[in-house]
Each structure stands twice: as structure tokens, then as C-alpha cells.
């Protein structure tokens, strides 16, 4: 499998059986994993959905409408003068909506059950009885088709303005011919959309698995770099214990040279208390650079231990560190022997 868990012909290749099992599958189950049947009431339920939901939509849009033109005719006629019959027209229709409003708020529909309490033991007949009279319902409604039909031609209007701001100019022929195909517009740019989305979506979980397989990558190369610092460590460390017992060697050279300097000049002088004393003194000094000098010996000794088991390279260092240890060796009996002979 490839590390975008996506299946690949030459995976489908190195698993027959599980291409003839995808295969018997596909028989029975769509690409979501549901059974063709499923799928089938799956789609009716959805087709009946939208069906009840563009219902909804429609009569909720008109009751709006409605509802919006009583309230300018009451922001109207507190602001301006209104005649008679505006007056009973926009009295019979919010009647008419409060009517019908209270009438679907206690008769809700067949989905709820038959047994549910009354809202104050009201029922819809009841609330029905209070329509306005027929004959200013028969008035009213030729005004409100023509009323209906203008508030919502300015309404698609409005929509086409905020969908295509340059038609502001054009003519109302042109825009009619718009507004006739603005649906079928609108339909494409909802399942372009869509479409964007989905790829969209595609693409954020393609980058979430290319950034986890780049991740994986880095990490392993992260782990590789540390190996090579590690080596290249080792290596250094190797060549800076042999500069150190360079200088240890050549350290302790010096000491024994000083040694013999002092066991000259001691042959050369008389022996009073004095001299004595500061030849004691310059013993101890010397004893205690000597001992310096032992540590920092025995210090080097366990680090090049420590790297004996990285090969044969290391052998001419415990050749030198051997020579080392016989001239620290002389260099203490030079030392002891000075000692007796200041006594």
C-alpha cells in the first residue's frame, strides 16, 4: 500500500483475492458502503425531502411577503395620509394572516399525533370562524394578486441587481430575459460550488497525507543526521585524546628536564638548613605537578578505553601511552632519588 492509503493497479495486482473481493462487492453496495436497496429508499426519502422543503419554502417566502406589506402600509399611514380602501384592504389581509397563522399553529400537520393536548382547548375551526367576511375576502384578492406580482417582480429584480451589479443600466426587456434564467444561473453556480468543495475537501486530506508522509521522511533524516554528528564526534574525539597525550608527554618531558636541572645545582651547592628547606619546598612542587600530571594521565588512559573497541586504530595509541608510563616511571624514580640524596 502506498502511504496515501490509495489503492493503486499494482496493489490491485498483488492482491488478487482482494480485487475479486472489491469486485463481488461492488455487486451489492454502492461506493459509501450502502446496499443498493438502502440507497434506493435513501434517494426516495431525499426526493420527498425536497419536495416538502420547496413546499415549505414557497408558502413561508409568501407569508413573509405578506406580512412585510402590512407592515409598510402601517409605517405608511402613521407617516402619511392613506385612503379608505388601502385601509380595508391591508385590515382584511392581516386579518386574513393572523387567521391562517393561529390555524397552523394548532393543526401542525399529520406527523404529530392525534392525541396531543389543545392549545387553551382551542382547535383550527374554531380559530377558522374569525376569518374576515367572504365578500371583503372576494374584494381583496384581485388587488393582492396584482399587489403579490409586484412586490416579488422587485424582489427578483433586487436579486438580479446583487447577482449582476452591471444590469442596473440595461432595459427592462433584457432584464426580464435575465430574471427568466436567473434560476437555471443560480442552479449551475450551487453545483459548481458544490464541486469546488469536494475537491476542495480532496485536496485538504491529499496535503494532511502528504504532509504526514513528509513528516515520516524528515523525521527519518533527522535520526540519519544525528548517526553522522555521532560519528563525526567520535572521530573528532579520537584526535583530540591523541593532541592531549601529545601534550601530557611533552609536559612530563619538561618536568624531568627541571628534575635533572635541580639535581645539578643541588651537586654544585653547599648543604646548609636553608637550602634544604627550599629544596623540600621545590620537591613538593615538584610532586604535586608530577601528580597533576598523573591524573591527567590516568584520565586520558580511560577515555582511550572507552574507544579501544572502535578498531585496530587504536593500537599505536596504547603503544604510545605504554612509552608514556615507562618515561612517568623514570620520571618518579629520578624524583625518588632526589628525595634520598636531599636527606
Not at 296 to 322: I, N, R
Given at each position: 500500500m ?5 489503492l ?25 458502503g ?7 429508499e435513501q ?6 425531502l425536497?419536495?416538502?422543503?420547496l413546499g415549505?419554502l ?10 412585510e ?25 392581516e386579518?386574513?394572516?393572523?387567521v ?16 396531543q393536548?389543545?392549545?387553551l ?11 374576515p ?13 396584482v ?17 449582476q451589479p ?10 426580464s ?35 504526514h ?19 563525526h564526534r ?13 601534550y601530557?608527554?611533552t ?10 636541572v ?6 654544585l651547592?653547599?648543604?646548609?638548613p ?12 615538584l610532586?604535586?605537578?608530577?601528580g ?12 582511550l578505553?572507552?574507544?579501544?573497541m572502535?578498531?585496530q586504530?587504536?593500537?599505536?595509541l596504547v ?5 608514556l ?7 618518579s ?11
Amino acid at each position: 500500500m502506498t502511504c496515501t492509503n490509495k489503492l493503486t493497479e499494482e496493489d490491485l495486482a498483488q492482491n488478487p483475492m482482494f480485487c475479486r473481493l472489491l469486485s463481488s462487492l461492488s455487486q451489492h453496495v454502492d461506493h459509501t458502503g450502502l446496499s443498493l436497496a438502502l440507497r434506493r429508499e435513501q434517494e426516495k426519502a431525499e426526493q420527498e425531502l425536497r419536495v416538502q422543503r420547496l413546499g415549505w419554502l414557497r408558502s413561508e417566502s409568501l407569508f413573509q411577503l405578506l406580512r412585510e406589506m402590512v407592515q409598510q402600509h402601517c409605517v405608511r399611514k402613521h407617516h402619511s395620509s392613506t385612503s379608505v380602501d388601502d385601509d380595508k384592504f391591508y385590515e382584511t389581509l392581516e386579518r386574513c394572516l393572523l387567521v391562517a397563522q393561529c390555524a397552523r399553529q394548532l393543526d401542525p400537520g399529520s406527523t404529530v399525533g392525534q392525541d396531543q393536548p389543545q392549545l387553551l382547548g382551542l382547535s383550527a375551526k374554531h380559530v377558522l370562524g374569525q376569518m374576515p367576511p367572504e365578500q371583503d375576502v372576494r374584494c381583496m384578492k384581485p388587488w393582492l394578486l396584482v399587489e403579490l406580482e409586484k412586490r416579488l417582480k422587485e424582489k427578483c429584480l433586487a436579486i438580479l441587481s446583487y447577482h449582476q451589479p452591471d444590469c442596473e443600466n440595461e432595459s427592462e426587456g433584457l432584464k426580464s430575459l435575465k430574471l427568466s434564467r436567473l434560476p437555471e444561473t443560480l442552479e449551475n453556480e450551487r453545483k459548481r460550488a458544490e464541486s469546488l468543495r469536494e475537491k476542495h475537501q480532496e485536496s485538504a486530506a491529499l496535503l494532511q497525507r502528504q504532509t504526514h508522509c513528509y513528516l515520516s521522511e524528515l523525521l527519518s533524516c533527522v535520526h540519519l543526521l544525528q548517526s553522522i554528528v555521532l560519528d563525526h564526534r567520535l572521530k573528532a574525539q579520537k584526535e583530540l585524546d591523541e593532541k592531549k597525550v601529545e601534550y601530557l608527554d611533552t609536559k612530563c618531558q619538561i618536568i624531568i628536564r627541571k628534575i635533572r636541572v635541580e639535581m645539578l645545582e643541588l651537586q654544585l651547592v653547599t648543604y646548609t638548613p636553608d637550602t634544604i628547606a627550599a629544596h623540600r619546598k621545590m620537591r613538593d612542587v615538584l610532586d604535586r605537578e608530577l601528580g597533576a600530571a598523573q591524573v591527567e594521565k590516568q584520565s586520558s588512559q580511560s577515555m582511550l578505553s572507552s574507544f579501544q573497541m572502535l578498531g585496530q586504530d587504536f593500537e599505536a595509541l596504547v603503544d604510545e601511552y605504554t612509552c608514556l608510563r615507562h618515561k612517568i616511571d623514570n620520571k618518579s624514580w629520578a624524583l625518588k632519588e632526589f628525595s634520598q640524596h636531599s636527606h
